[in-house]
């Protein structure tokens, strides 16, 4: 008989792994306590900007033409318990008001309302990133209140996506990690993801805790990559050299690799800054503090990074203040081909200018509207071009497509002074200075 999966918490990552799951041939049944977003996902449409989900959803929730119908949502917990065999946990777990450490409320209280329902047997798969040690605790909780006792087992199954590659991350994961306390579970698991280990994926058993481990090592990993590389550019502004050619050189060390080594105002979003903060929290916890003491300079070397394109763009325009200063960014998530604008530095840059008395106005292909939500006293245009417009200095501050492909002498025609700042060193200076604009970005020669 065909396994059938649940999937509770329908955001960024639950919404994905539902639709993938449906794609992947099981009949699927998500839960999300807020009404809004059950009610948007039954009409195909998404929570968020994420490149090929509304087409794998419209593909699979029933309604829709050619629809296989296997893809469906509720907000009932007592559906949920009596419709699935495997029950994928997806909840969000923030960074907590005021503190590093991890926020497990919501992970728990998704716990304390499944488990009731779960009358026979089924595994309970977390997928949230949370602090070592938790998988453990939930087991022992899971069981407690699950009135089919033991029969009710926990695994742990972190996720990896990158926002504007989840979908294609989840069908063709580039490894998948099973903490597990039985073969009963991992007979599951790889049965839930036949296709892509048929595929070549790896399939890497752990216990608990080194799955739990897992997630926060590699973005503490790559977190240090990018922290290292800004470091660096930091140095070569100093010393008179070029970071992006310095970033070429050793990049190609295959120990070292060239991925993750673009100098620029650093990294953001809604993982890597709270994933590195509460893994040092929970070090701490454990008396393995000391451990993790370099992650406090990673995460110092990143939030200077912002500070310091403010300092460029002030000199920009005279070096006093911002005060009756046209600044144009161009970008607010933190990453393209995504709408997400949490912990954005491209937002941080232009929100702190503002603060400061510069007039700011903001295009971003697809995260306007919640930039708008979060920065509602900045300005917004609907275009690069009419961003730019009368602009004594302009940002480039989220390396999405669109910003490569621009004409500069186009833009030059609108803004007041051809003068931008680079903060993703993704841009060609050779075109830009072509085209008669001042190019500078962070790490590189003004020339």
């Known amino acids: 008989m065909a396994l059938k999966i649940t999937v509770i918490g329908l955001g960024y990552l639950g919404a994905t792994h539902a639709a993938a799951m449906a794609e992947l041939g099981f009949e699927v049944l998500g839960l999300d306590i807020v009404p809004e977003k059950t009610e948007m996902l039954s009409a195909g449409r998404a929570p968020m900007y994420e490149p090929g989900l509304e087409e794998l959803l419209r593909k699979h929730v ?59 047997t089924a595994l309970v798969v977390g997928k949230s990133t949370v602090p070592v040690g938790s998988a453990e605790r939930l087991a022992r909780r899971l069981t407690g209140l699950a009135p089919a006792g033991g029969d009710v087992e926990l695994a742990w199954n972190p996720e990896f996506l990158r926002e504007g590659f989840a979908v294609q991350d989840t069908l063709h994961p580039d490894r998948i990690v099973a903490g597990t306390a039985s073969e009963r579970a991992e007979k599951l698991l790889r049965e839930v993801y036949a296709t892509p280990i048929g595929e070549g994926s790896p399939f890497i058993v752990t216990d608990f805790p080194t799955a739990e481990l897992v997630k926060t090592a590699a973005n503490s990993f790559l977190a240090t990559k990018i922290s290292f ?26 120990r070292i690799g060239k991925k993750f080594l673009r100098a620029g105002i650093g990294f953001g979003g809604g993982c890597l800054p709270k994933d590195i903060r509460a893994f040092m929290a929970r070090a701490g916890e454990l008396g393995a503090d000391q451990a993790l003491t370099f992650l406090r300079e990673v995460d110092s070397i990143n939030m200077r990074r912002r500070g310091h394109m403010v300092e460029l763009a002030r000199e920009a325009v005279g070096g006093a203040s911002f005060l009756g200063k046209r600044v144009a960014v161009l970008g607010a998530t933190f990453k393209p081909d995504s709408d997400d604008v949490r912990d954005s530095p491209a937002l941080n840059v232009a929100g702190q200018i503002h603060l400061q008395g510069g007039q700011v106005t903001v295009y971003d292909p697809k995260g306007m509207d919640n930039a708008r939500r979060l920065f509602p006293t900045l300005g917004y245009a609907e275009s690069a071009l009419e961003a730019v417009r009368g602009a004594d ?18 833009l030059g025609e609108a803004a007041a002074r051809r003068l931008i700042l680079d903060g993703r060193n993704a841009l060609d200076p050779a075109v830009w200075r072509g085209a008669g604009w001042t190019y500078r970005a962070m790490g590189r020669p003004r020339a």
Not at 76 to 100: M, R
Not at 229 to 254: F, Q, T
Not at 395 to 408: N, V
Request: with cysteine; charged share 25%.
């Open 229 to 254: 590389i800004n470091a660096m550019a930091e140095v070569c502004e100093a010393a008179g050299g070029d970071v992006a050619k310095l970033a070429e050189a050793i990049g190609y060390d295959e």
């Open 62 to 120: 029933a309604g829709f033409e050619g629809s296989t119908g296997r893809l469906r949502f509720t907000s009932s917990w007592e559906e949920i318990g009596a419709f699935g065999d495997v029950h994928f946990v997806c909840v969000n777990t923030p960074q907590k008001h005021g503190e590093y450490a991890c926020d497990m409320s919501y992970v728990e209280s998704a716990f304390d309302s499944l488990a009731p329902q779960l009358g026979r």
């Open 393 to 410: 200095v302009v940002l480039h501050l989220t390396e999405w497509g669109e910003f490569r492909e621009l004409d500069p002498a186009a």
